[in-house]
Nanobody, 122 residues
Framework: QVHLVESGGGLVQAGGSLRLSCAAS????????MGWFRQAPGKEREFVAA???????YYTDSVKGRFTISRDNTNYTVALQMNSLKPEDTAVYYC????????????????WGQGTQVTVSS
């Protein structure tokens, strides 16, 4: 069982940056891959980024070069550094944990945080 709590969301102007953090409970954190997903109003949840237990990273095309996912297996945290933000990045961002090495499918993630709102103004 993994309990996840996100923080770091907020309101930022286009072109700005935000850093999301996700704190995990449970001593098995290092064995999980971690993902970030987002859901905008009226849209389906979509994959943003993932990081395997050994720090291999994956990104959806729309955030490549702008977002960076990282993890700290000692402190049980995963972060999403978001730069050059665009209004279309506005969404609730969720942290999730999976027992798979990697997945961009939300159905493969049994553990989810409560979400944090990111709003990018134009």
């Amino acid at each position: 069982q993994v309990h996840l709590v996100e923080s770091g969301g907020g309101l930022v102007q286009a072109g700005g940056s935000l850093r999301l953090s996700c704190a995990a409970s449970g001593h098995t954190f290092s064995s999980y891959s971690m993902g970030w997903f987002r859901q905008a109003p009226g849209k389906e949840r979509e994959f943003v980024a993932a990081i395997s237990w050994n720090h291999r990273t994956y990104y959806t095309d729309s955030v490549k070069g702008r977002f960076t996912i990282s993890r700290d297996n000692t402190n049980y945290t995963v972060a999403l550094q978001m730069n050059s933000l665009k209004p279309e990045d506005t969404a609730v961002y969720y942290c999730a944990a999976s027992g798979r090495y990697y997945s961009n499918n939300g159905g493969d993630y049994p553990y989810w945080g409560q979400g944090t709102q990111v709003t990018v103004s134009s």
